[in-house]
């Protein structure tokens, strides 16, 4: 259910022991041949060529192309803009942080050339061990990755510039990793009602949320949820709003709590505390509004409750960590999740893998960051990247299908890292099943029995 990510310590050690000259001669080899073959009217390459071992590599990569017939030349003799695709071999796994000045002004140069880039291992630029970018860097069409998929191109922003990655076999044991790849048999490790469960068995679900104006995003959470195949969920919701519940959702218990302005009060604590008993699983925050109310709701719930909890959307909003024994899993998104390391979006989107251990370290517990690569960490683990989704989930309101997925998961009492990761793979994989112009969340709600009906 998981596979390796491979940073650039990793790599080396998966190395160590073996032939260097042969290693590379299998590396030049895949190049040329995945090059040649993705590329199959393609007459002259060029190679851009560096010092190290994937410079070898993409040099090896030449007299592999100059041999089947194609011109195949080093860029000091050739310009780029003439050729039919360019090989980039500049940098390779030991790179990180910013290219110098004269490889930052190539890398700009193969990105202006105009033809298809096939980048060896990794686009130049990129930092295989995080995803970080910081500089200058190479728009890969394709990107041939030995031995495995290095954590830089399953991240962002790295992946972002890998284009389509083929891994390439050139005879190395595998290596346990410390970052692992989500794959969909993630699927199988989730119960599955069975026939001697009954609604409240199969998982219950307590959702609490909604506000004047924000009653979409309970209801969507409240379906995931019982669409990820929980038995029985219920929704806490300000007593003002309960009429928009009744006529939304048909198969959802309703707690009317009460409200101040509109939005759920901390004199609604005590009676949802009550009603949480007996539930599996708590679904925290879509909806719920902004404000010290609001916020006071969260942190007592968190304090006084003893069940796993997923805090998403407004629940998130100055949350502060809160210790807790049972299992608890944030979900944020890059501005969320900078305010609550008290840093800005733009470095969350730069740094995702250490934003995600931070976040993951300072409150104690499971830390979702969601996106095309949605990363999974909990203190003193690697982390799980998933990224089985198309851009059908850049929509309004997915964020709160996915905390009702996560919670009915909870609620069976699957580990939360591992639920959070399944929840992820849920919904990325349901994105990958409905058409994907106009795509809405509920769309993807629907699609959940789909996917985990699915063989695995």
Request: with cysteine; charged share 25%; net charge negative.
């Amino acid at each position: 259910m998981l596979e390796q990510l491979y940073t650039a310590e990793e790599m080396k050690a998966a190395e160590a022991g073996h032939d260097v000259k042969e290693l590379m001669a299998r590396a030049g080899r895949a190049v040329a041949e995945e090059a040649m073959r993705r590329f199959p009217e393609a007459r002259r390459f060029v190679a851009v060529c560096g010092k190290g071992a994937n410079g070898g590599d993409g040099r090896i990569a030449l007299e592999v192309l100059e041999a089947a017939g194609k011109a195949a030349r080093p860029a000091e003799d050739a310009p780029l803009e003439e050729a039919d695709v360019i090989i980039d071999a500049l940098f390779g796994t030991g790179f990180h942080g910013e290219p110098r000045e004269d490889a930052a002004r190539t890398i700009e140069a193969i990105n202006a050339a105009g033809p298809p880039v096939v980048s060896v291992d990794l686009p130049s630029g990129v930092d295989a061990s995080t995803g970080e970018v910081a500089g200058a860097c190479v728009e890969a069409a394709v990107t041939i990755a030995f031995h495995g998929p290095k954590v830089g191109l399953e991240v962002a922003p790295g992946r972002f510039r890998a284009g389509e990655v083929v891994v390439a076999d050139i005879g190395l044991e595998p290596l346990d990793t410390e970052h692992k790849l989500v794959t969909p048999a993630i699927l199988g490790e989730i119960p599955r009602r069975q026939a001697e469960q009954n609604k409240y068995t199969a998982g219950t679900v307590l959702v609490v949320g909604g506000s004047r104006g924000l009653t979409g995003a309970p209801c969507l959470t409240a379906e995931a949820a019982f669409r990820a195949d929980a038995g029985y969920v219920a929704v806490a919701m300000p007593d003002s709003t309960l009429a928009v519940f009744e006529q939304r959702l048909l198969e959802a218990v309703k707690l009317p709590c009460p409200e101040k302005d509109g939005r759920i009060s901390p004199q609604a604590v005590e009676p949802i505390v009550e009603f949480a008993g007996k539930a599996g699983s708590l679904a925290l925050g879509p909806g719920l509004g902004r404000g010290r109310g609001p916020s006071e709701v969260v942190r007592l719930l968190l304090e006084q409750l003893d069940r796993p909890i997923v805090v998403d959307a407004d629940g998130l909003y100055e949350l502060e960590p809160v210790e807790r024994s049972a299992p608890t899993v944030l979900t944020p998104h890059e501005g969320e999740l900078a305010r609550l390391l008290g840093e800005e979006s733009e470095w969350v989107a730069a740094h995702r893998l250490e934003a995600v251990r931070r976040g993951a370290e300072r409150f104690g517990c499971v830390c979702l960051l969601k996106g095309a690569d949605t990363l999974i960490a909990a203190p003193g683990r690697g982390v799980l990247v998933s990224s089985l989704g198309t851009p059908a989930l850049a929509a309004a309101g997915t964020g709160d299908v996915l905390t009702g997925i996560v919670a009915a998961f909870l609620a069976k009492g699957v580990e939360p890292r591992l639920a959070a990761a399944a929840a992820a793979a849920a919904q990325q994989l349901a994105s990958t099943v409905i058409p994907q112009s106009g795509a809405i969340a509920s769309d993807i709600v629907g699609a959940l029995p789909l996917v985990l009906d699915a063989p695995v």
